[in-house]
């Protein structure tokens, strides 16, 4: 292995616009709106799951305005990881950084297993273990190549999701007008029943609460931003569409399918990645009159499967790294090999996302449920974090006072839009008791949601006990844009 030093120029910038804007859609799109959506609609009512989802894009949004402004500013791979240490505390930052560095390894790990499970629709009789072998190995090899590798790949793989929303939604107002599926439709299943806001404001704040995860992944354009080029203007114009894209995909999706299918249809509740015939895309395919719906899901959901564990490979080894040359990770980690990829961060990262994948395989898979348990609020930890990072930083430049100029890209809505985001998530986090309250079960999957909280806590407080570093004056934060410590561009 050909390492270079862990200091001056490292990582390069070869990640290029188009990639950057499709790996901020691809971390929108996948599995929550091709499979999960079907629930949220039987749970909530059409009308109830646009309410919850809608609102779920907001806080997203907003999260990526406090991002894109502290990423177009300081475009580098540690990204929320750095913002926490710079502006809130360095203990902050370090459990910051290895949160989301377990989610993404565990996240590997999970979508193996459901890549697995979603070629049994073809193969059944072919063991798991070893599709999900011949697929990390597909995804090391795309990480260990280059960042331009990653890139390419999640290009492509999120060009196939994209492409599938754009056709349902075409085919599905086709639909809707009576222009495909032999009549018009119109607006009767809104209407049906409780349609369209079934179970009320309780349904809403039940599909509120689920929906969160459907987003998990927009921030990655954050890591990304450590090796994009021309991160100035990169990262803003990626930032700037997402909300659109959002409100395209997710709220046009859900509402083609609460047109075309009533909420009381119990496909909608059962589908599954076992069972993607039911899914809500499928079925709306299939009445369309395209034969092979069932297999063209399944190639979409695979893809989106796979995109989730190239992305998730890819941030948790840039955290790794981050953290490496901060301090917060052995030093063995921070170095790179002759094409400028964290390799030995790299290695260690896919080993913990298999040694996660065998836990599936041990006994009853007791030992995997409670990982994905640990990491389940990882993504509202950081988006939270984020959220006050964000704060904090504005803090800083207003402390030594810089003019807001001075920022590529500044969040509209600040201060109100980093609050509002920062309760929104702190309320997805708040509720995950609630279903467990409802359905009367015992006190320990009542706290069980929780698990991975007292784990953040445990880095935060332990780091700062261990090392006394106190809270970032905002008078002395870091706002050092030095370019020399920086990735280089190619």
Known sequence: MSDQPSTGPTLRRSLRARHLNMIAIGGAIGTGLFVASGATISDAGPGGALVAYALVGIMVWLVMQ??????????????????????????FGFAMGWNYWFNWAITVAAELVAAALVMKYWLPDVPSIIWSALFLALLFGLNALSARAYGEGEFWFAAIKVTTVVVFLVIGVAMILGILG????????????????????????????????????????????????????????????????????????????????????????????????????TLVFHRAGIAFAAALMNTVILTSVLSAGNSGLFASTRMLFALSHQGHAPKFFGKLNSRHIPMRALIATTCIGMAGFITS???????????????????????????????????????????????????????????IALLLCLAVVVGQAYEPMTTGEGLFSVLAPYAGIPCFLALWIGHKIKTRSPAVDPAHADLSRDMANLPENI
């Open 66 to 91: 406090s991002l894109g402004e502290m990423a177009a500013f300081l475009p580098v791979a540690g990204s929320f990881q750095e913002y926490g240490t710079r502006f809130v505390s360095p203990s």
């Open 361 to 419: 395989l041990v006994g009853d898979g007791a030992a995997y449920e409670f990982l994905l348990t640990l990491s389940a609020l990882a993504g509202f930890i950081t988006w939270m974090g984020i959220s006050w990072s964000h704060y904090c930083f504005r803090k800083a430049l207003a402390a030594q006072h810089h003019d807001l100029n001075e920022l590529p890209y500044r969040s509209r809505f600040f201060p109100l839009g980093a609050i």
């Open 182 to 281: 032999g009549h018009d439709v119109g607006a009767h299943n809104w209407t049906t029943g409780d349609a369209p806001f079934v179970h009320g404001g309780l349904g809403i704040l039940a599909v509120f609460l689920a929906a969160g995860y459907s987003f998990q992944g927009t921030e990655l354009v954050g890591v990304a931003a450590g090796e994009a080029e021309n991160p100035e203007e990169n990262i803003p114009r990626a930032i700037r569409t997402i909300f659109w894209r959002i409100l395209l995909f997710y709220i046009g999706a859900i509402a083609v399918i609460g047109f075309l299918i009533p909420y009381t249809d119990p496909n909608l509740l059962n589908s599954s990645e076992e069972n993607i015939a039911i899914s809500p895309f």
